[in-house]
Structures are given as C-alpha cells and as structure tokens.
C-alpha cells in the first residue's frame, strides 16, 4: 500500500494487523484536502483500527492514532492483577 498521498494531499491508512485483511472493505485508505480533515478522520475511526497514520504528499507520516495504546495499558493492567483463584472448591 502505497502511503504518499497525491500532490497537495493528506492519506489516511487505518490497519489492523488481523481483521483488516479479511474485511469486504479493506484496511482504511483516504485522501483528504486538508490536514485537519484527514486529523479528524483519523480521530474518528481511531477506535476501529490499531493503527491510523496521516502521511503528506512526500509520504511523511505527521499524524498517529489507533486504539493500539489502550490496547497495550490493558494488557498491561491485566498483567499486573494477582492471579486469582481459579478452582472454586478450594475454599
């Protein structure tokens, strides 16, 4: 996938590294006018995709987002819970 976006342009590329592959659609791809509506794009889908970049027309990402950070504090969170008591007639 190619991620420099057409001259004077911003790409939005979302991707999942499992379900994206397999979804109708594809991972998300779009070319905005501006930046801030490329931003927003991003912003909005942030939630659907681990990773979202912006990148420029030279194929410079300026903007990240993605719910991949949540992601990781949870398991980080998770990994730090004591195991719990899993065979409930040892009480």
Do not use: H
Not at 19 to 48: H, I, M, Q, V, Y
Request: charged share 25%; aromatic share 10%.
């Amino acid at each position: 996938m190619q991620v420099q976006a057409p001259k004077g342009q911003y790409r939005v590329i979302g991707q999942d590294p499992i379900d994206t592959l397999t979804w109708p659609s594809g991972p998300l791809c779009k070319d905005c006018e501006t930046f801030d509506e490329a931003r927003d794009l991003a912003e909005r889908n942030g939630e659907l995709y681990l990773w979202i970049y912006v990148y420029d027309d030279n194929g410079k990402c300026l903007y990240e987002a993605g719910c991949y950070r949540q992601q990781l504090k949870m398991i980080e969170e998770l990994e730090q819970e004591p195991p719990g008591n899993l065979d409930p007639g040892s009480n």
